[in-house]
């Protein structure tokens, strides 16, 4: 698969996830898909694992918060596929809002993604989550 298919496939990806397209989402991926997300006092934190463990995270971020993300570059090399972009959200238990930089590392084999690592602004995203004293915001 050439590298421009790899970066098609992550962008395809990325156009799936903007339209909550889950079908979609899931024919783009292996069956053993790995997705870590760093980070503590995160919902979506842990390594999330199959089409299974996509769905629950999926349906996670679906109840904790509402999000705009812009992927704005993808590099490529090999079987991975780097993606810098950005999001602005909100925390739904919380009210509050947050700006994050973050990169994807995908790797994609036989025209799907079998690993995805993000690195993503974990303070930023805590912070929101966090309930002042008086409750939410």
């Not at 783009?28 to 694992?49: C, F, K, N, Q, S």
């Amino acid at each position: 698969m050439s590298t421009e298919k790899k970066i098609q496939t992550v962008k395809d990806f990325f156009a799936a996830i903007g339209r909550d397209d889950r079908e979609g989402l899931l024919a783009l991926v292996a069956e053993d898909i790995e997705w870590i997300i760093p980070g503590e006092e995160w919902p979506l934190a842990g390594t999330h694992r199959g089409h299974a463990g996509l769905a629950d995270l999926l349906e996670t971020a679906s109840k904790s918060i509402e999000a705009s993300t812009e992927p704005r570059e993808f590099v490529a090399q090999g079987d991975r596929v780097l993606v810098v972009g950005f999001a602005r959200g909100k925390i739904k238990a919380t009210n509050k809002t947050f700006e994050d930089d973050w990169i994807f590392a995908v790797t994609v084999r036989d025209g799907r993604l079998t690993n995805i690592r993000e690195y993503v602004d974990t303070q930023a995203l805590a912070r929101a989550a966090q309930l002042d004293a008086s409750g939410p915001a």
